[in-house]
């Protein structure tokens, strides 16, 4: 597959499409198959697509309208935002579209229903035509309501896209009206479909990429803490991207720093005190966060720690300290830190942890805690 030209537009443009629609196959042939037959057969269908808030539903909708309709039918294409517009501005954004679609003469209004009449004439007198309006919901339901209907009318066809709560809210209601024919659910993606889809922005957008370490824990924290956003992933890589474009080094501190709003209800723990309670008289504990978080401070570019390099790492300050120690004490040990989320597995394995909290304030913390624990002995 060719790139296109490495361009931050990938991460700042709401509305980017890109080259390929990872793991989305099936749906696409669905709803592929869904406006192919009622463009054949020359009927409208009315379609709603939706999932969770930014698993991906706004670029499934465009990457259908924009590659593969195009290749496909001769048909038109309108694509509405309705986010935060009220009637009016909906309406005319449709009208303006369908106008410069079909190259019509738009005659300037500023009233509803006169703006509707513009647009059901020229939608009418168009060939087939896919509109999809995005953002659905309560307030701007109505709309969505009268194009659907509009569009069984004139055979056209709407593709209609909302969040699962608005979904919910609009579908499951008795009283509900809402005009579809059929659904496309969006679910979240597992782990890896997730890493490859943050890897492929990565090297879509970044003059000079990112280690795989640094994607594989931006999508570690959003399947931990995110129900695994594609989203949450594409706002890390915007903090990131100015420091990297500049030519800085991405270290663990930086990505930290960068997901943090991802992991903000942890951060706002008092450390010392956490350390405190997890710890009391529990001398290896202390010892095992000291260690982990020694090695993280070392090496700045490494977000991970693997249990063999921790074990090794713990068993020489044991030495050093002449303490006497069994191999199932570390473990038991990581299990208390993991259960008081102050370390975390990787959701690719179990042997990669990981800590949220800058390691300095942990190691600060674990270092005096230790230190009291041998005074009061
Ligand atoms: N399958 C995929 N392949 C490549 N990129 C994807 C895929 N799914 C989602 N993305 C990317 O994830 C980000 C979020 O997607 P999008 O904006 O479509 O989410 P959304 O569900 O419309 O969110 P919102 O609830 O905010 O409307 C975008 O940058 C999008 O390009
Ligand atoms: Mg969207």
Known sequence: ?????????????????????????????????????????????????????????TVFSRYFLTKLI????????????????????????????????????????????????QFKRTAAEAKKTIFVLDNIDETNEDVYLKLARLSKEIRASTIGVLNSHDYRLLTKQPATDMAYDFEVPLDTYTQSQLYEI???????????????EVVRYVTDLVCEFDASKPKTSIEALKALWPLASRGQEIDSDIVRSATSNITAFGLDQD??????????????????????????????????????????????????????????????????????????????????????????VLYDAALSMRRELSRRK
């Not at 294409?77 to 517009?85: E, F, G, M, S």
């Not at 449709?94 to 106008?99: G, S, Y």
């Not at 943050?198 to 795989?212: C, S």
Request: proline residues 4%; negative net charge; glycine residues 4%.
């Open 271 to 360: 450390y010392m005190e956490i350390v405190e309670t997890v710890a009391m008289n529990d001398f290896m504990t202390l010892l095992v966060l000291e260690a982990m978080t020694q090695h993280l401070m070392l090496y700045k570019t490494e977000t991970y720690i693997d249990r063999k390099t921790l074990n090794e790492l713990v068993l020489i300050k044991c030495e050093e300290l002449g303490i006497k120690y069994a191999r199932d004490d570390i473990e038991k040990s990581l299990q208390t830190l993991i259960f008081q989320s102050i370390v975390f597995e990787s959701g690719y394995s179990r042997n990669l942890l990981y800590v949220l909290t800058p390691p300095e």
């Open 198 to 212: 943050v890897r492929m922005r990565v090297e879509d957008t970044f003059p000079l990429g990112l280690t795989d």
């Open 70 to 117: 195009p290749n496909r039918f001769d048909a038109h294409t309108v694509y509405v935002d309705a986010k935060r517009k009220d009637l009016l501005e909906i309406v005319a954004e449709l009208n303006d579209k369908i106008h410069r679609e079909t190259n019509r003469p738009i005659t300037v209004a500023f009233d509803l229903d006169v703006l509707w009449m």
């Open 1 to 57: 597959m060719v790139r296109p030209q490495k361009s931050p537009k990938g991460l700042f443009d709401p509305y980017y499409v890109p080259e390929q629609l990872l793991h989305r196959d099936r749906e696409l042939d669905t709803i592929d198959g869904i406006y192919s037959d009622s463009y054949e057969e020359d009927y409208g269908v009315n379609c709603l697509v939706h999932g969770i808030t930014g698993v991906g539903m």
